[in-house]
């Protein structure tokens, strides 16, 4: 069965921006962006590097003067213990120099191997610090999630690399004026020669490059498959159903699918580089060949004494080197700059959608929450979740919001929460529109038990507490209105005890301590609007019952209890007791009232509600 069509997993798109012409225009960009990020990440050993390998350069042309200067003083006429007196002065700058030379060499590539570390750590920061505060809708975008992935899975290391090849380039242009200097002071006719010579070698490493980039960009989604499977397949979580289910071939074929897709794709890859490369070098040695006859030529006809075609000959050599380092440079630069470029625009794309800072700060007093006419989409939808809403939450009430599956009830809540923005309509806070409220300062009035809680790989305490500094008798007093402080008290470290068993004294959780886990985060937070999705829905009736008498017990009695509680579920007779109760419906408001209002209505609650009545009696 084919359940993943290729065209699912595969850009066939073609990519404007691989043209090699565009890319040479980026090249200054890209090595200015990236030493701007390894100057935030250390001036000193950004300069040093620069600094030391542009000596090490003008100390090659100094090497290759004195060189000539040698083989000048040893090929004139005289007897040899004259010649070799004067060819003296030179030979001791050739070694002063070429140690020199080599000194820096060390020191410069010692300074570029303590920036790659920190350029890495920067780069993959400001990439965290992004991902984490981008709005929640972009994390629902499967264009921008893929482009996450790529600047994830290579762009944030692009940083380093680029700043490596950057770096290279530099280091390889300054070699080359120093070869090129050189030759002109020499002899000049062989300069363009040197030039042509290197450029097929430099053209197919640069074409292979893009090849190559093509291929991973047009894999990027299926690659992203193939990992969600890979991790799938060999973690804990998913695997006692892998079993039970007998899922293991239904998977394997899955992760063929993709895997396959990826693997001819490089196989076809590697054919094409091999091509390239093939080409790039047989005209390389051809070209070569005619340099190395036409300096023959020269010598033979006398235009250019031995020595002169001596220190030619090195210089060539020299900047033939320099040159394909330059080229392997810039096609470094080029190669991982098209992955630099994923993360750079990444970021900005991220920047973008991060939430602008907001002026206006939340009312000291909650008063309300009112919902007004709100409608939601979530990207690349085409039924919108929520449809004219409107609802109100007042200073110490009990709102449930109930309805079936898909009906909209999560989204409502965090659209309430001001964790997605609403396409048309407002949230009004205290009277004041959510969208310019400072929402940093919103979100420490809100306390949320999501139905999708997150199990967190830290310990209990932390758990509960996530990150922010609590006394113990808060964080215990969460955890005994959720039921679970005396669990945590028998785990080995108590609070501290490590709730994650793939490490060592590690522990884990049942379903529904962890559910009890999240909602003592959730009290934990003091706050004055409580949001609680489906916080009993892997609690057993009893255990349920239990939860919400306490909830309602907290509410009646502590003065550090939410002001507001908004609870979402599908337990019916948890809601007796709701000031109000909204009816959602395939993401419309359908009813709303009490629960008397709502039974004498006869609608849509009441049929539930006695759905519900009488699976519960006998
Ligand atoms: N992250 C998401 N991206 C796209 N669609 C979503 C997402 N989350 C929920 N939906 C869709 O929005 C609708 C409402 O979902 P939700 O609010 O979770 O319903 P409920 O909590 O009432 O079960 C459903 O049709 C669901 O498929
Ligand atoms: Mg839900």
């Given at each position: 069965m084919e359940l993943a069509p290729h065209s699912l997993w595969y850009h066939e798109e073609a990519l404007p921006q691989t043209r090699l012409r565009t890319i040479v225009r980026r090249l200054p960009a890209l090595v200015r962006t990236a030493l701007k990020l390894a100057w935030k990440a250390s001036p000193a050993d950004t300069a040093a590097t620069i600094g030391l390998n542009v000596i090490v350069g003008l100390l090659g042309a100094v090497g290759l003067l004195a060189t000539t200067g040698v083989l000048d003083a040893l090929l004139t006429g005289g007897p040899a213990p004259d010649r070799l007196r004067a060819a003296m002065p030179a030979l001791i700058g050739v070694a002063a120099a070429l140690t020199a030379r080599s000194l820096l060499q060390s020191t410069a590539a010692w300074t570029q191997s303590r920036l790659k570390p920190r350029v890495d750590r920067l780069a993959e920061r400001r990439l965290f610090e992004l991902t984490t505060a981008v709005a929640l809708r972009a994390m629902d975008d499967a264009d921008f999630y893929d482009a996450m992935q790529r600047a994830r899975s290579r762009g944030a290391r692009g940083a380093a690399l680029v700043v490596d090849a950057g770096v290279g380039l530099i280091t390889s242009a300054a070699g080359i004026a120093a070869a090129a200097g050189t030759l002109a002071v020499l002899h000049p006719v062989l300069l363009p020669l040197l030039l042509v010579s290197v450029l097929p070698a430099g053209w197919a490493t640069a074409h292979s490059a893009r090849m190559q980039y093509q291929v991973i960009y047009k894999l990027s989604t299926s690659m992203r498959r193939q990992w969600i499977l890979s991790d799938l397949m060999a973690d804990r979580r998913p695997a006692p159903e892998i079993r039970a289910f007998g899922m293991r071939d239904f998977l394997l074929e899955q992760y063929d699918d993709v895997a396959r897709l990826s693997e001819n794709a490089h196989v076809d890859l590697a054919r094409r580089q091999a091509l390239a490369r093939f080409a790039g070098e047989a005209t390389n040695g051809v070209v070569a060949a005619f340099v190395y006859a036409a300096l023959g030529v020269l010598l033979m006809a006398g235009a250019v004494p031995l020595a002169i075609v001596g220190g030619t000959v090195l210089a060539i050599r020299m900047g033939r080197s320099s040159l394909s380092a330059l080229v392997g440079a810039a096609n470094d630069v080029y190669d991982e700059g098209l992955y630099f470029s994923d993360y750079l625009d990444f970021c900005k794309e991220a920047e973008h959608r991060t939430s602008q800072h907001r002026l206006g700060l939340p009312a000291p007093e909650f008063a309300g929450v009112e919902v007004h006419e709100v409608s939601f989409t979530y990207p690349?939808?085409?039924?919108?979740?929520?449809?004219?809403i409107s609802l109100k939450i007042g200073k110490g009430e009990v709102i449930a919001l109930v309805g079936e599956n898909g009906s909209g009830k999560t989204t409502l809540a965090k659209i309430i929460a001001g964790l997605y923005e609403p396409d048309s309509g407002t949230v009004l806070w205290d009277g004041a529109p959510l969208a310019l409220l400072d929402r940093d300062a919103v979100r420490q009035k809100i306390a949320m038990i999501p139905q999708d809680h997150t199990p967190w790989p830290l310990t209990a305490r932390q758990n509960i507490t996530a990150g922010v500094d609590i006394d113990d008798d808060a964080v215990i007093g969460a955890a005994e209105l959720a039921g679970i402080h005396r669990t945590i008290e028998e785990l080995?470290?108590?609070?501290?005890?490590?709730?994650?068993?793939?490490?060592?004294m590690g522990h884990e959780l049942s379903g529904g301590q962890w559910q009890r886990v999240a909602a003592a985060r959730g009290f934990c937070r003091r706050a004055p609007l409580l949001l609680c999705d489906e916080?009993?829905?892997?609690?057993d009736p009893r255990a349920e019952h239990a939860f919400f008498d306490s909830i309602r017990h907290f509410a009646e009695?502590?003065?550090?209890?939410?002001?507001a509680i908004v609870l979402i579920t599908h337990r019916l007779t948890s809601v007796l007791m709701a000031d109000r109760i909204y009816v959602l419906a395939g993401g419309r408001l359908a009813e709303s009232g009490t629960h008397p209002e709502l039974m004498d209505l006869g609608g849509l609650y009441a049929s539930l509600f006695k759905l519900q009545a009488e699976a519960y009696t006998p």
């Open positions: 690349g939808a085409e039924r919108a979740a929520l449809r004219d080995p470290e108590g609070y501290d005890t490590l709730l994650d068993p793939r490490f060592k916080p009993t829905s892997a609690l009695t502590d003065p550090a209890a939410p002001q």
